[in-house]
Nanobody, 123 residues
Framework: QLHLVTSGGGLVQPGGSLRLSCSASAFTLEDYAIGWFRQAPGKEREELLYISSDGDNTRYADSVKGRFTMFRDSAKNTVYLQMNSLRPEETAVYYC????????????????WGQGTQVTVSS
């Protein structure tokens, strides 16, 4: 179900940074495991990272390790994806997703997802 709002995309130069937001109004995000994925035109969906509700479990794709990180702001009921050292090949629509169970999210199931936000990395 589409219950997440994803925002923060835009145009950024190669090597630049961008912070995406994922917020919810109908439920408390901190109770859910969160994941981010992206999809570029003509390419398969690429899972980027996951974090469990308690933060004890995380999983990062090799392609983003050391450059992308996710953190929560419980007061704003928002999760952020901080992306650094962006590359042109990372141009895509970025999505957030949420599931009450971390391992179900990792396995490909999700309770909620956002509409996506376009990130364009270009000079």
């Amino acid at each position: 179900q589409l219950h997440l709002v994803t925002s923060g995309g835009g145009l950024v130069q190669p090597g630049g940074s961008l912070r995406l937001s994922c917020s919810a109004s109908a439920f408390t995000l901190e109770d859910y495991a969160i994941g981010w994925f992206r999809q570029a035109p003509g390419k398969e969906r690429e899972e980027l990272l996951y974090i469990s509700s308690d933060g004890d479990n995380t999983r990062y794709a090799d392609s983003v390790k050391g450059r992308f990180t996710m953190f929560r702001d419980s007061a704003k009921n928002t999760v952020y994806l901080q992306m650094n050292s962006l590359r042109p090949e990372e141009t895509a629509v970025y999505y957030c997703e949420a599931d009450i169970a971390y391992w179900e999210l990792v396995a490909g199931s999700c309770d909620y997802w956002g509409q996506g936000t376009q990130v364009t990395v270009s000079s």
